[in-house]
């Protein structure tokens, strides 16, 4: 969902990949039913494991695991503790979605104001890396 969200609202000035501990097979059809409720189709989104990402460079590490990072992330990592929506009702997905939303318009806020503060030769866009147990 936090990927969707950045993708959706913040490609302008982000491009998000996200990846977990334990993957699951498919993208939950609660997860795509609460991001259509915003308007945000997640169809090219799956499923992945952090390896995919082990030699990718990210200006910003978004942790939602809970599990320590290694050294080289660690330096880059933000926090954010959300619940894991799996297995819960619908309300459950949206409480979730609501609260991921939320983070990640604040986020985009940041990554907004801090932009004009870059000089001009910068990258337009900062990678961020969404780092969770699924």
């Known amino acids: 969902m936090a990927e969707g969200f950045a993708k959706h ?20 059809a609660q997860t795509r039913k609460v991001m259509l409720e915003r308007e945000m189709a997640i169809d090219d989104q799956y499923p992945k494991g952090v390896e995919v990402f082990r030699n990718t460079e990210f200006d910003l590490v978004i942790n939602m695991s809970g ?30 979605r609501d609260e991921l ?17 870059v000089p001009a030769p910068a990258k337009p866009r900062r990678r961020l890396f969404g780092f969770g147990k699924s």
């Open 67 to 96: 599990i320590l990072l290694p050294k080289g992330l660690k330096e880059k990592e933000r926090r954010w503790t959300v619940a894991d929506p799996y297995g819960r009702s619908d309300g459950g997905y949206r409480q979730v």
């Open 101 to 117: 939303e939320k983070l990640v318009v604040e986020l985009l806020q940041q990554v907004r104001d801090a932009k004009g503060e």
């Open 9 to 28: 609202l913040g490609g302008d000035v982000v491009e998000a990949q996200s990846a977990g501990m334990m993957p699951l097979g498919s993208v939950p």
